[in-house]
T-cell receptor, first 116, second 111 residues
C-alpha cells in the first residue's frame, strides 16, 4: 500500500471556526509532512514530524497546530484562520535512507481549504 | 537569499520532441535533488532522484542531470506525449528531512 490518504477533500470554514485536517499512511514511514500550496505556486513546507516528534516548524503561525498521535496519523488543527490561508494542504510521508535523509516523499491528494 | 528557480513558468512542445526543463538554485547545498510531476488538483508524484555525487540518472523516457558546480539540474522527457502534460517540480533535499520545491514548470505537449 503506497497510498497517503487525506480527509476531508474539501473544507469551507469561517474565521472563527475550529477544524482539523487528517492524514494517514500505512507504509511504515517515520517522517510525515504538512505543506501548503497556493494556486500556481509550489508546495511550501510547514511542518515535519520525525518518529512522531515535531522536528521542523517553518515559522508557521500558531493558528495552525500539528499533531502526530501515532506513526500512521498526522493531524493539522485549524483555528481562527484568515482568508489568505485558503489553499491546498498537502500531507506527505517518507522513509529516511541509511544516509539519514529522505529519498522520496509520497503525497496525499490534499485538502482544498476555503476560509470565508 | 535562498532560491530555487525553474526556467520557465510554461513550456509548449510538439509531440515526439524532447522536453528539457531546468532547475537552478542558489545558496543551498543539497544532498540530492528530486523531480516530481503534479496534475491539477492532485498531490505531486515522485519521478526521479539524483544524488550530489551523481551526474546523470535515467528512467524509461526520463533523464535527469545534476551539476553541483553550476547549481543546476536538467530534466529531459524524450519522445514526449500529450499525457506528459503536467506541472513538473524540482525539489532540493537538504540534510535531515527538509525539502524545498522549485517554482514549477507547466509543460504542454501539443499533438
Amino acid at each position: 500500500d503506497t497510498e497517503v490518504t487525506q480527509t476531508p477533500k474539501h473544507l469551507v470554514m469561517g474565521m472563527t471556526n475550529k477544524k482539523s485536517l487528517k492524514c494517514e499512511q500505512h507504509m511504515g514511514h517515520r517522517a510525515m509532512y504538512w505543506y501548503k500550496q497556493k494556486a500556481k505556486k509550489p508546495p511550501e513546507l510547514m511542518f515535519v514530524y520525525s518518529y512522531e516528534k515535531l522536528s521542523i516548524n517553518e515559522s508557521v503561525p500558531s493558528r495552525f497546530s500539528p499533531e502526530c498521535p501515532n506513526s500512521s496519523l498526522l493531524n493539522l488543527h485549524l483555528h481562527a484562520l484568515q482568508p489568505e490561508d485558503s489553499a491546498l494542504y498537502l500531507c506527505a510521508s517518507g522513509q529516511t535512507s541509511g544516509r539519514g535523509y529522505q529519498e522520496t516523499q509520497y503525497f496525499g491528494p490534499g485538502t482544498r481549504l476555503l476560509v470565508l | 537569499s535562498q532560491k530555487i528557480e525553474q526556467n520557465s513558468e510554461a513550456l509548449n512542445i510538439q509531440e515526439g520532441k524532447t522536453a528539457t526543463l531546468t532547475c537552478n538554485y542558489t545558496n543551498y547545498s543539497p544532498a540530492y535533488l528530486q523531480w516530481y510531476r503534479q496534475d491539477p488538483g492532485r498531490g505531486p508524484v515522485f519521478l526521479l532522484l539524483i544524488r550530489e555525487n551523481e551526474k546523470e540518472k535515467r528512467k524509461e523516457r526520463l533523464k535527469v542531470t545534476f551539476d553541483t558546480t553550476l547549481k543546476q539540474s536538467l530534466f529531459h522527457i524524450t519522445a514526449s506525449q500529450p499525457a506528459d502534460s503536467a506541472t513538473y517540480l524540482c525539489a532540493l533535499g537538504v540534510t535531515g528531512n527538509q525539502f524545498y520545491f522549485g517554482t514549477g514548470t507547466s509543460l504542454t505537449v501539443i499533438p
